[in-house]
């Protein structure tokens, strides 16, 4: 299976179980990699033989900012399944959501969580199944 990476985005949410995360809001960043068979694009050099990685940056923003989640582990669900309902291509999607501004007392580079979610077997359909 070809992958598409899309690493390093960064999106400014309201996710978060305080009250000043939901009011104030922070910068998460996301690290997507997409799953999909890349043989027909690699053999036409065409856009629609392939995942637009543009409009699945949209699709990302879009869902990562529709609602306030508590939980990381919510938003960055809420995300592969737009990704997967969205863009009929990608097989699996994964996703490590980085929280660089967590509030925790202490020095940190971010925490996060990964997720794997993959098209069910009978393609097309939702919800997605934990890989």
Do not use: W
């Not at 809420?78 to 929280?99: D, S, T």
């Not at 660089?100 to 007392?105: I, L």
């Amino acid at each position: 299976m070809d992958r598409i990476y899309i690493k390093g985005l960064e999106i400014f949410a309201y996710h978060g179980v305080n009250p000043e995360e939901k009011r104030d809001g922070q910068t998460f960043v996301l690290d997507v990699t997409l799953y999909a068979d890349l043989q027909r694009a690699r053999e036409s050099d065409s856009l629609s033989d392939t995942v637009n990685y543009a409009a699945v940056r949209k699709t990302i923003q879009r869902a990562f900012t529709a609602e306030s989640y508590d939980l990381i582990e919510r938003a960055a669900q809420a995300v592969c399944e737009a990704i997967l309902k969205e863009h009929p291509m990608v097989e699996k999607v994964g996703l490590l959501l980085k929280k660089p501004q967590a509030p925790m007392n202490a020095k940190f580079d971010y925490v996060a969580v990964e997720i794997e979610l993959s098209r069910p077997a009978e393609r097309g359909k939702l919800p997605c199944v934990p890989c």
